[in-house]
Nanobody, 121 residues
Framework: QVQLVESGGGLVQPGGSLRLSCAAS????????MAWYRQAPGKQRELVAG???????TYTDSVKGRFTISRDNAKKTMYLQMNSLKPEDTANYYC???????????????WGQGTQVTVSS
């Protein structure tokens, strides 16, 4: 069974930094695209950043130049380095991955449980 587990959230002052991690556990699978989403209270979930298996990245405009997404394929782990954090970055951050189960030709969409990021003085 495949699981995605996020960590690294917390409370930080404006201008501060946090590093989120998303580790995939289980066996018999490979990971295609991975992404970070976030959802603030009363708002829809939005894509923050994505990274494919080759390392190509994409970011939503509001985080460009401040956030960096990366992955370690050997560790099956994705990271989100968040710098110059703003109060509007406050949200629950979710890890997402498109996973190919061994023996199948279909990608399955997996989500983590979320980790809270709060930016406040």
């Amino acid at each position: 069974q495949v699981q995605l587990v996020e960590s690294g959230g917390g409370l930080v002052q404006p201008g501060g930094s946090l590093r989120l991690s998303c580790a995939a556990s289980g066996s018999g699978f490979s990971i295609n695209t991975m992404a970070w989403y976030r959802q603030a209270p009363g708002k829809q979930r939005e894509l923050v950043a994505g990274i494919n298996s080759g390392g190509s990245t994409t970011y939503t405009d509001s985080v460009k130049g401040r956030f960096t997404i990366s992955r370690d394929n050997a560790k099956k782990t994705m990271y989100l380095q968040m710098n110059s954090l703003k109060p509007e970055d406050t949200a629950n951050y979710y890890c997402n991955a498109d996973i190919l189960l061994r023996g199948t030709l279909q990608l399955y969409d997996y989500w983590g449980q979320g980790t809270q990021v709060t930016v406040s003085s």
